[in-house]
């Protein structure tokens, strides 16, 4: 008997709010070597800070040209000892007026600070108490610190060049650049930048801790203006957006246009749309025009073409509304639509002075003056910035934009990148050549949905096929070569298309056979052309988190995502490159393919062998104290579970996935600050309960308060069911892991807590107010073989039982 089909089920807010203190594990002390000579030690740093201090001294003319005496002061590196890193606790205090810049990790760490003129003397100080303090006495302030420094030196502004691997800073004629700034001196620097040749754009991107602004001029006008303003970050090549362009040609006549065009029926008024950000999109084809009117189509600039001169906005259009039109080319049956599209033409020629970031602003600014349920498609990348995961100032403002701080939260969808078409791609190549070519910006965003593609077309017999049905498309770029990994990336993968072999055995050809059919700007001339890589791909996800917005109209952008990496799966040909069995190795198959292709029909509804219950809530999990927010409360809540079903079928293999998806603020330059942590504001990660533990006992298990009230954990011994386990799924903003094991124990593991984590809202001196509240939604599926009961009826009946009101346990 086939099983029977159920929406999903939607929980209300289940469980108690408890008073939380984390469980630390045991840390044993780190014992490094002293310093050998303490008084001498002092007198080398002592020696440093004053050449230090005559290098201040000697720019301080030219600095209170530009700046108030208050704001004058240098760039300082602090070299760590040989073996050993620097304390950067000593930055989170206020006493010494020392703000941290960067962190980096070279052949030893690297930290840069700003040093304010005022300062200098209470470093001064600091190091004569540390030279003349002697074991047994009590111990001055930031000993620790002057314990693992070397020296302190000027910090070149040379050294601040952050760039891809190659790129070299160029010192030679008018450059573009982007460069992050000090917030507390941008205006200063604006009225100085004339005197130094240095043009500045009129956009902006603002973080917590840094601003970044696009200037033209040559370094040595830069250097000059960002040493008297001592201002400077880091300084990065400006880069603009770059969309992959392929040679793609018709596939058919405009009176097919006109056939489908018959059978399609609008979305409604008021249904979610997808925003192309892109290169404009021709809206008067006549399979899009019902979808996209005019008034719904804009431009960032007034001189830029709303309807597509580049053809690729056009061909993203086509599939976010469709999906692959071959699918419609014959057939008579209606096509009804879910969703509209939005379009802003977001790259166009000129408006080189507006990066990336800012034009993603002014798109948002355009369209968001219509209040309506939307998915914004991105499907092109960065070219000049790096491609190692570190965070950039245009994924960290999608990020930014996504978290929203307020309840606009957004949902991106973002391509992963496709490999440099010169030279050529080549048999031989792959998948090597995918591993070492790393996902573009924006896709390391933690917050966004990264697409990858991967393919399920083949050609015919006589013509041989680059990549196996079910694998990687052959250019789609990967996170396997990552330096950095603030999430695991990409999210998911959708249809990308395949190449040819050559006859020579060696090369590869686009094909359109192997390709998807979509819209072209040349209508009517043209009406169809392929389309293919991860643009493609990504406008088919954005497609479909509207269809499901469109289903599920109250859920969050956070649970459309987490809905979509709930419901992918890896192809057999995806894990047949799983080289074992691994935590370590489900971590590389997770860095090429994600969580694998999404099944539509599986996020948008349940069955009677696989439930899936999904529930949306806040936490109050921060109290604000005076250095930052602290911990104040955690969930836990029982879940509404079908108990009796998994006991009929004990002995038989099940499986359970949880997913929490949510989003973070984000903090660019502080990714580097000892920990990845500090890049997200915040952490949430999820705890399931023990086979028949006690609310008491689940509890205790993480939670330091509630062992003081004389609660204790389960003793009993524990195994391990998980796939990635709590250490290798915490990274990133969307936590998901397997559960595989026998029903009967799954059967009384129904109890799930949702804990708060660290990030710099708590870590980092901040001016910026950290939020108490925090959202999440949490997914928790359970598949089984056919059994007798519903697992769906049972939970609605379990659910019953349960508390809905969140209670405050103090």
């Known amino acids: 008997m086939d099983p029977r089909i159920y929406r999903h089920l939607i929980l209300p807010r289940l469980g108690r709010d408890w008073a939380y203190t984390p469980v630390q594990p045991p840390i044993p002390p780190v014992k490094l070597p002293p310093v050998q000579n303490r008084p001498a030690h002092a007198q080398a740093l002592q020696k440093s800070l004053t050449t230090i201090e005559k290098r201040a001294e000697a720019r301080a003319a030219s600095q209170r040209a530009a700046l108030p005496e208050d704001e004058c002061g240098i760039l300082v590196r602090f070299n760590p000892r040989l073996g050993r890193n620097v304390d950067l606790s000593f930055f989170e205090k206020a006493s010494h007026g020392v703000e941290l810049l960067s962190v980096r990790q070279e052949r030893r760490m690297v930290v840069r600070a700003f040093v304010p003129k005022k300062s200098i003397g209470r470093l001064s100080s600091a190091i004569s108490k540390y030279g003349e303090w002697s074991e047994g006495q009590h111990k001055p302030a930031f000993t620790d610190f002057f314990e693992g420094i070397d020296n302190l030196t000027v910090a070149d502004v040379e050294r601040l060049w952050h760039a891809r691997d190659g790129v070299e800073l160029p010192k030679d004629g008018i450059q573009r650049w982007e460069v992050w700034l000090r917030p507390r001196v941008v205006e200063y620097v604006k009225?100085?930048?004339?005197?130094?040749?240095?043009?500045?754009?009129?956009?902006?991107?603002?973080?917590?801790?840094?601003?970044?602004?696009?200037?033209?001029?040559?370094?040595?006008?830069?250097?000059?203006?960002?040493?008297?303003?001592?201002?400077?970050i880091e300084i990065r090549p400006a880069s603009t957006a770059n969309v992959p362009i392929s040679a793609l040609t018709p596939v058919e006549r405009a009176g097919l246009v006109r056939k489908i065009a018959s059978r399609i029926a609008p979305a409604p008024e008021g249904s979610p749309r997808v925003a192309i950000l892109d290169t404009g999109v021709q809206f008067q084809h006549g399979l899009l025009r019902q979808s996209l009117p005019e008034a719904r189509t804009h431009t960032v600039l007034p001189a830029w073409q709303k309807d597509d001169v580049d053809g690729h906005g056009t061909r993203m259009a086509g599939v976010a509304l469709f999906g692959d039109l071959n699918r419609f080319v014959s057939g008579s049956s209606a096509i009804p639509l879910t969703h509209a599209l939005e379009s802003v033409t977001l790259i166009g020629k000129g408006g080189a002075t507006m990066g990336p970031a800012q034009r993603l602003s002014a798109a948002l600014a355009k369209i968001e003056r219509d209040d309506a349920r939307r998915v914004y498609s991105l499907s092109w990348s960065v070219p000049m910035e790096r491609d190692d995961g570190a965070p950039t100032e245009l994924s960290s403002h999608l990020d930014q934009l996504a978290f929203g701080r307020d309840?606009?939260?957004?949902?991106?969808?973002?391509?992963?990148?496709n490999l440099d078409s010169h030279p050529p791609l080549l048999v031989?190549?792959?998948?090597?050549?995918?591993?070492?070519?790393?996902?573009?910006?924006?896709?390391?965003?933690?917050?966004?949905?990264?697409?990858?593609?991967?393919?399920?077309?083949?050609g015919p017999a006589s013509k041989q096929s680059h990549a196996g049905r079910g694998d990687l498309c052959p250019s789609s770029r990967t996170a396997m070569s990552w330096k950095t990994h603030l999430a695991f990336k990409p999210d998911i993968v959708m249809e990308g298309g395949n190449r040819l072999v050559d006859s020579d055995g060696m090369s590869l050809s686009f094909s359109p056979d192997l390709s998807v059919l979509t819209t072209s700007n040349q209508f009517p001339r043209l009406p169809f052309e392929p389309g293919c890589e991860t643009s493609i791909a990504t406008a088919a996800a954005a497609g479909m988190a509207a269809r499901l917005m469109s289903e599920y109209p109250s859920f969050w952008p956070e649970t459309i995502r987490g809905l979509m990496v709930h419901s992918a799966r890896w192809t057999p040909a995806m894990l047949n490159r799983l080289p074992g069995g691994r935590k370590k190795d489900v971590v590389s198959l997770l860095?090429?393919?994600g969580w694998g292709v999404p099944d539509e029909t599986r996020a948008r509804q349940s069955a009677s062998n696989a439930l899936t219950i999904i529930m949306q809530d806040d936490l109050d999990a921060f109290e604000l104290k005076r250095d930052g927010a602290k911990f104040r409360?955690?969930?836990?809540?029982?879940?509404?579970?079908?108990?009796?079903?998994?006991?009929?079928?004990?002995?038989?293999?099940?499986?359970?996935?949880v997913t929490l998806s949510y989003f973070a603020e984000p903090h660019p330059l502080a990714a580097s600050h000892a920990e990845l942590r500090n890049y997200f504001s915040h952490a949430l990660a999820f705890r399931l309960c023990g086979p028949?533990?006690?609310d008491d006992e689940a509890i205790a298990l993480i939670n330091k308060r509630h062992r003081e009230k004389g609660h204790k954990k389960s003793s009993a011994r524990r195994k391990d069911h998980w796939m990635l386990g709590p250490k290798a799924a915490a990274i990133g903003t969307i936590k998901q892991d397997i559960w595989s094991g026998k029903a009967g124990e799954l059967a009384t593991t129904n109890g799930i807590s949702i804990i708060p984590g660290y990030g710099w809202w708590s870590n980092l001196r901040t001016t910026v107010v950290p939020q108490t509240r925090v959202r999440f939604s949490l997914i928790?599926?359970?598949?089984?073989p056919s059994v007798s009961a519903d697992l769906?009826?049972?939970?609605?009946?379990?659910?019953?039982?349960?508390?809905?009101?969140a209670v405050v346990e103090v």
């Open 191 to 232: 009225a100085s930048s004339s005197r130094y040749s240095v043009e500045l754009s009129p956009f902006e991107t603002r973080f917590p801790n840094a601003t970044v602004i696009r200037m033209r001029a040559a370094f040595a006008g830069l250097k000059a203006l960002l040493l008297d303003t001592a201002s400077v």
């Open 428 to 458: 031989a190549d792959y998948i090597g050549t995918n591993d070492r070519s790393g996902i573009l910006t924006p896709g390391q965003a933690a917050n966004a949905l990264t697409v990858g593609a991967y393919t399920d077309m083949v």
């Open 633 to 657: 409360h955690m969930r836990f809540c029982r879940l509404p579970w079908p108990k009796v079903a998994l006991e009929s079928i004990a002995a038989a293999d099940v499986e359970m996935r």
């Open 792 to 805: 769906m009826v049972e939970a609605q009946k379990a659910l019953i039982k349960l508390p809905i009101r």
């Open 780 to 784: 928790v599926s359970i598949e089984a």
């Open 591 to 593: 860095r090429r393919f």
């Open 692 to 694: 028949d533990d006690t």
């Open 407 to 417: 309840q606009s939260k957004r949902l991106f969808c973002v391509a992963a990148g």
